[in-house]
């Protein structure tokens, strides 16, 4: 160990991503518009995770291309296949009501509108323990279907000139239930909840939300090697001088944390 190999991990603010668990969460929508991001779930003997597609470029579009030549019926069943799905990713300031656990800090949002009497985590009694407002930005990334879905809300409520009231000016919760083929989400508008909010923080950079890969890096995450052991690389050659500030951003960014929670998110 030398100093040299000491790295300062923040230069830039570490995204932090609302986990869409069971639960309802109550959001008020910071960004006027989401951003879309083409991207494939692959799992791999180096993990799983959900990674940008890149377009012609793309080594799992062009495997998905080859599954269909080989099985032309069947390649949705075949192994190694996996489709392009559309991800929207946008800023949100939680206000869910919810319980943060004194012993652990972990935190209880509300399920079908009642809390557990023990924290998930930890198991310490929280039947005591007062509600309360989150009040952080997230970062959150939604499948296309629920992204439809709040559009399709944000066209029902009208303002005194029939024009559509901005989705920034309301909260709207999302419900997660855990469905047999994984977890499915439901959009409620909660118009009433319209009090002007005002965010003190620096929203995060939604383009960053989802893991993007070189095409080398893909491959050798298929391979097997983790997203994890792909970052450790990047950071080396980085020592080196070679790689640019945009990718230290996202170097400093990816710890096994992010990259569990990133498989949570997705794996819906
Ligand atoms: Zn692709
Ligand atoms: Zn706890």
């Known amino acids: 160990m030398s100093f040299a190999e000491v790295r300062v991990p923040t230069v830039f603010k570490k995204s932090q991503y609302l986990r869409l668990d ?34 012609e ?20 069943n075949a192994q190694g296949y996996s489709p392009i799905s559309r991800r929207h990713s946008f800023n949100v300031l939680d206000r869910t009501e919810a319980k943060i656990c ?10 079908g509108g009642k809390f557990p009497s023990t924290c998930p985590e930890c198991g310490s009694f929280i039947s005591d323990v007062e509600t309360a407002p989150v009040n952080k930005v997230f970062l959150v990334t ?24 901005p989705l920034t000016s309301y909260d709207v919760t999302i419900s997660v239930e855990q469905g047999t083929k994984g977890r499915e989400m439901t959009v409620i508008a909660q118009p009433q909840r319209n009090d002007e909010v005002t965010v003190e923080e620096e929203l995060f950079d939604p383009t960053t939300a989802i893991t993007a890969l ?16 792909i970052y450790m690389a990047r950071n080396k050659k980085d020592d080196v001088g070679a790689t640019s500030k945009k990718e230290e951003n996202k170097v400093a ?16």
């Open 214 to 229: 070189s095409k080398e890096e893909i491959v050798e995450f298929m391979r097997g090697i983790s997203i994890r052991d």
């Open 142 to 165: 939604i499948s296309d279907a629920v992204a439809k879905d709040i559009n399709r809300i944000s066209k029902l409520y009208l303002d005194k000139d029939r024009e559509p009231i």
């Open 253 to 268: 960014e990816v710890s096994k944390e992010a990259e569990d929670m990133i498989n949570k998110l997705f794996g819906e």
């Open 102 to 111: 004194p012993k652990c800090q972990s935190v209880t949002k509300p399920r």
């Open 57 to 76: 470029d793309c080594p799992i579009c062009a495997i998905n291309n080859q599954l269909k030549l080989e099985h032309p019926s069947t390649f949705r």
């Open 22 to 55: 069971v639960g309802e969460h109550t959001l008020r929508i910071l960004d006027e518009n989401a951003t879309a991001t083409d991207t494939h779930y692959v799992i791999s003997r180096g993990g799983r995770a959900t990674i940008k597609c890149l377009g």
